[in-house]
T-cell receptor, first 112, second 114 residues
Framework: TQLLEQSPQFLSIQEGENLTVYCNSS?????LQWYRQEPGEGPVLLVT?????EVKKLKRLTFQFGDARKDSSLHITAAQPGDTGLYLC????????????FGKGNQVVVIP | NAGVTQTPKFQVLKTGQSMTLQCAQD?????MYWYRQDPGMGLRLIYY???????DKGEVPNGYNVSRLNKREFSLRLESAAPSQTSVYFC?????????????FGPGTRLTVL
């Protein structure tokens, strides 16, 4: 059973369009992270959200943590080809736990 | 800073051969991890080490062993490789803090077992 479900699994859009991907769970997390992975490389941390309802912005990327700390979304404004990659969400079950639960990822392709 | 480094980058083994994947981090992190990534399966935790001197099993430990050599280095050993172990292996490190378990990944080792 996958603890974190990401949707959609695959998304292809034109440069300049907006997109939103989702990370959902029935479990509560003390914190949640988003990573981006490009082909042939390891995941790179983008952001961590900790507080329910928290919104963080990273240039054209907006991350939101659900009020109940069970879900999160990533919104990209005016997508560019450089945004292409696999976006992974990962949650910490409870504070002090050394393990992360990873979703399977949202594969995003931005067409020039 | 190099961050997390892994060797080798690529490896081809025959069934039954053994090998050790090396990982080192220069961020003075206490915790280190080994994952495998397979199409459609996401990242799965093989073993982790919360601190120097300790190791624990993750989701898929069968067929693997690990050694936390010191605070910097964490190796993964395949004693008798099987085709089911064909995968991309990632090492990661982290330091638990108020932001939770932010992990930093190496570039991966692509392993094929024939």
């Amino acid at each position: 059973t996958q603890l974190l479900e990401q949707s959609p699994q695959f998304l292809s859009i034109q440069e300049g369009e907006n997109l939103t991907v989702y990370c959902n769970s029935s479990s509560v997390f003390s914190s949640l992270q988003w990573y981006r992975q490009e082909p042939g490389e390891g995941p790179v941390l983008l952001v961590t959200v900790v507080t329910g309802g928290e919104v963080k912005k990273l240039k054209r990327l907006t991350f939101q943590f659900g009020d109940a700390r069970k879900d999160s979304s990533l919104h990209i404004t005016a997508a560019q080809p450089g945004d292409t990659g696999l976006y992974l969400c990962a949650g910490t079950y409870y504070y002090g736990n050394n393990r992360l639960a990873f979703g399977k990822g949202n594969q995003v392709v931005v067409i020039p | 800073n190099a961050g997390v480094t892994q060797t080798p980058k690529f490896q081809v083994l025959k069934t039954g051969q053994s090998m050790t994947l090396q990982c080192a981090q220069d961020m003075n992190h206490n915790s280190m991890y080994w994952y495998r990534q397979d199409p459609g399966m996401g990242l799965r935790l093989i073993y982790y080490s919360a601190s120097e001197g300790t190791t624990d099993k993750g989701e898929v430990p069968n067929g693997y062993n690990v050694s936390r050599l010191n605070k910097r280095e964490f190796s993964l050993r395949l004693e008798s490789a099987a085709p089911s172990q064909t995968s991309v292996y990632f090492c990661a490190s982290s330091e638990m803090g108020l932001a939770g378990n932010e992990q930093f990944f190496g570039p991966g080792t692509r392993l094929t077992v024939l």
